[in-house]
Nanobody, 128 residues
């Protein structure tokens, strides 16, 4: 059974930084692309960032590009999201997710339907 456990959320002032972590267990972590998504109240879940199974390729939404950095440590079965220059509009519940296909880095990498396991979410609140 796959488990994804996020940590690192919290309350921060605009312009500040947070680092989210997601610890994975249950299947061979290094075979799967990992993603971060977020969902604000009243809005749909949206793609934030993804990192390929080996860590060599990263993908970002336009809204976070240049401010957020996704990375992974396959030895620790953990994926990270470093968030800098945070804005109030970044306020949301952040979820990590594991891709449903081994070795996948295709065009669907930004789609929630391409991920089959999700963490419980961690709240990020950015005050103005």
């Amino acid at each position: 059974q796959v488990q994804l456990v996020e940590s690192g959320g919290g309350l921060v002032q605009a312009g500040g930084s947070l680092r989210l972590s997601c610890a994975a267990s249950g299947r061979t972590f290094s075979r799967y692309t990992m993603g971060w998504f977020r969902q604000a109240p009243g809005k749909e879940r949206e793609f934030v960032a993804a990192v390929s199974y080996g860590g060599s390729s990263t993908y970002y939404s336009d809204s976070v590009k240049g401010r957020f950095t996704i990375s992974r440590d396959n030895a620790k079965n953990t994926v990270y999201l470093q968030m800098n220059s945070l804005k109030p509009e970044d306020t949301a519940v952040y979820y990590c997710a594991q891709c449903n296909t081994v070795w996948y880095v295709g065009s669907g990498i930004r789609e929630p339907t391409k991920y089959d396991y999700w963490g419980q979410g961690t709240q990020v609140t950015v005050s103005s």
